[in-house]
């Protein structure tokens, strides 16, 4: 039987969140939304408080890099922030006279978010700007090891509400210890819920009997073509696969050469820090990466010297070594190499030429990551035109650092996001970058216009001279 004392704690944490949440809306405005969501970053972007909260995300989770998490931290914050600086999410948002059709925003209620280890202050901060964006309360439900860290968001969230005069119920958690009963009764009991991180709980999700979001998991492959700039292509994997040591879901996992300039680009890779290991040594990396069948907690998301020690690869790499690239061709539940590896170690392939890599990238995500993304380095645009007709992807980055570009960036057009909806090949009820339209209701006022009834031969006219009547 369930703890009935957890679902009574989670109920209240709930209760209260609805309270806070009507009087949110019912004395709402832009202007107060606004300032809602520019309080929460506040909250995480103030360099000391920044610090601190990396500080923590990495000491109790194990996971990451201190440096690189502020870094994230910043920049997801301020992107999200600029992408909804002018975004209308109260009252009306759009009038088209022609159609008739006048567009409300309205709240969704209580949002609950269930967040990952790999990014315990990132995440939440993303969901709870979305959320007051569009004037909902939120309750997080962070990972074990991610509570403590949770918690002092939320506490400089709200000391930034007392600042404004803003309830706290707005932004609450699931206390500590985290328990699956609690997790659940937030899944049920909530208007809506958005899941990042486990398939389980994204699973748990789905079939909650609420709404729900939830986001696939990444296994980015990159191709390598022959009319690459492979100086460029090698540095921007290097940046991206050693950011917050590969924590991201989309860092890259494989690449995919072309036999053509294969040599040429191991070489490249290896002036940006990569060792590449010979074949021969897949079963060696394969022994020491996954202990019964898990992935080593020694050597994920840690930093190349303890990911080396961990590989006792201490003799077999040069000094300075970033990230290991080992040289493999299976793919499949048999070749663990082939999935996700949440680590400095990326899996490389030779393809004869460009149709051979799209059937090996194609294999790489009909067995894991179907959905997410897929990269390439080319100077033939036409060819990521081709991945993305073909391919069971929801986004083809082209020519950029991947963990970087596929959740926004200054320099292209996407969303600023932490988490990536994968579209039916991955399960998912979204195909985009999670961001504030899916925190609101629109409500919409129908208006009568003239009559616009098409005649029969208007429709049929190229179809009939084709097939007649």
């Given at each position: 039987m369930?703890?009935?004392?957890?679902?009574?704690?989670?109920?209240?944490?709930?209760?209260?969140?609805?309270?806070a949440?009507?009087?949110?809306?019912?004395?709402?405005s832009?202007?107060?939304?606004d300032?809602?969501a520019q309080?929460?970053?506040?909250a995480i972007?103030?360099?000391?408080?920044?610090?601190?909260?990396?500080?923590?995300?990495v000491?109790t989770t194990?996971?990451g890099n201190?440096?690189?998490?502020?870094?994230?931290n910043?920049?997801?914050?301020?992107?999200l922030?600029?992408?909804i600086?002018d975004?209308?999410?109260?009252?009306?948002?759009?009038?088209n006279?022609?159609?008739g059709i006048?567009?409300i925003?309205?709240?969704?209620g209580v949002?609950?978010?269930?967040v990952p280890?790999?990014?315990?202050?990132?995440?939440p901060?993303?969901?709870?700007i979305?959320s007051?964006k569009?004037?909902?309360?939120i309750?997080?439900s962070?990972s074990?090891k991610?509570?403590i860290?949770?918690e002092?968001?939320?506490h400089y969230?709200?000391l930034e509400?007392?600042?404004?005069?803003?309830?706290?119920?707005?932004?609450q958690?699931?206390p500590?210890?985290g328990?699956?009963?609690?997790?659940?009764?937030?899944?049920?009991?909530?208007?809506?819920?958005?899941?990042t991180?486990?398939?389980?709980?994204v699973?748990?999700?789905?079939?909650?009997?609420?709404?729900?979001i939830?986001?696939?998991?990444g296994?980015v492959?990159?191709?390598?073509?022959?009319?690459?700039?492979?100086?460029d292509a090698?540095?921007?994997i290097?940046?991206?696969?050693t950011?917050?040591?590969?924590?991201?879901c989309?860092?890259?996992?494989?690449?995919?050469?072309l036999d053509?300039?294969?040599?040429?680009?191991?070489?490249?890779l290896?002036?940006?820090?990569?060792?590449t290991?010979p074949?021969l040594?897949?079963?060696n990396?394969?022994?020491?990466?996954?202990?019964?069948?898990?992935?080593n907690r020694e050597?994920?998301?840690?930093d190349?010297?303890?990911?080396?020690n961990?590989l006792?690869l201490?003799d077999?790499?040069?000094?300075?070594?970033k990230?290991?690239?080992i040289?493999?061709?299976?793919i499949?539940?048999?070749?663990?190499?082939?999935?996700?590896?949440?680590?400095?170690v990326?899996?490389i392939?030779?393809?004869?030429?460009f149709s051979d890599?799209v059937?090996?990238?194609?294999k790489?995500?009909?067995?894991?990551?179907?959905?997410h993304s897929i990269?390439?380095?080319?100077?033939?645009?036409?060819?990521a035109?081709?991945?993305?007709?073909?391919?069971?992807?929801?986004?083809?980055?082209?020519?950029?650092p991947?963990?970087f570009?596929?959740?926004?960036?200054?320099?292209?057009?996407m969303?600023?996001?932490?988490s990536?909806?994968?579209g039916?090949?991955g399960?998912?009820s979204?195909d985009?970058?999670?961001?504030?339209k899916?925190?609101?209701n629109?409500?919409?006022?129908?208006?009568?216009?003239?009559?616009?009834?098409?005649?029969?031969e208007?429709?049929?006219?190229?179809?009939w001279?084709?097939?007649?009547k």
């Open positions: 369930p703890n009935q004392s957890e679902i009574r704690e989670v109920n209240q944490i709930i209760a209260r969140a609805r309270i949440q009507n009087e949110f809306e019912n004395s709402g832009q202007e107060k939304y300032n809602a309080a929460v970053g506040w972007m103030e360099p000391k408080r920044n610090k601190e909260l990396a500080e923590l995300a000491s194990g996971l201190v440096n690189d998490k502020i870094t994230k910043y920049r997801k914050t301020l992107g922030l600029r992408d600086s975004v209308k999410t109260y009252g009306i948002i759009d009038e006279i022609d159609r006048t567009k925003a309205r709240a969704i949002i609950g978010a269930v280890s790999t990014n315990p202050i990132a995440t901060a993303n969901n709870i979305n007051l569009c004037g909902n309360a309750v997080i962070p074990p991610g509570i860290g949770c002092r968001l939320i969230i709200h509400f007392e600042k404004i005069g803003l309830n706290k119920d707005l932004v958690m699931i500590a210890p328990t699956k009963v609690k997790t659940q009764q937030m899944l049920e009991e909530t208007d809506l819920v958005i899941v991180g486990s398939q389980n709980n699973r748990r999700a789905y079939t909650s009997g609420t709404p729900a939830g986001v696939g998991a296994n492959t990159v191709i390598i073509d022959e009319t690459a700039d492979l100086k090698a540095e921007k290097a940046a991206s696969k950011f917050d040591n590969a924590t991201s989309s860092s890259e996992n494989s690449i995919i050469i053509e300039v294969y040599d040429n680009f191991i070489k490249e290896s002036l940006v820090g990569c060792a290991l074949n040594m897949e079963n990396i394969i022994e020491r990466l996954w202990k019964k069948g898990q992935l050597a994920i998301a840690q190349a010297d303890k990911l080396i961990a006792n201490d077999q790499v040069p000094e300075g070594t990230f290991i690239g040289e493999t061709n299976g499949g539940a048999n070749y663990p190499l082939s999935g996700e590896k949440l680590s400095r990326i899996s392939y030779r393809a004869k030429d890599s059937l090996t990238a194609k790489m995500l009909m067995h894991y990551g179907a959905g990269g390439i380095h080319t100077n033939d645009k036409l060819r035109t081709k991945l993305g007709m073909t391919l069971p992807t929801c986004r083809v980055i082209v020519n950029q991947h963990c570009a596929t959740g926004g960036s200054f320099n292209n057009g969303p600023f996001s932490l990536m909806g994968c039916s090949w399960g998912n979204i985009e970058n999670l961001h504030w899916h925190f609101l629109v409500t919409k006022i129908v208006n009568e216009i003239p009559n616009e009834e098409p005649l029969l208007d429709i049929f006219d190229e179809y001279s084709k097939a007649g």
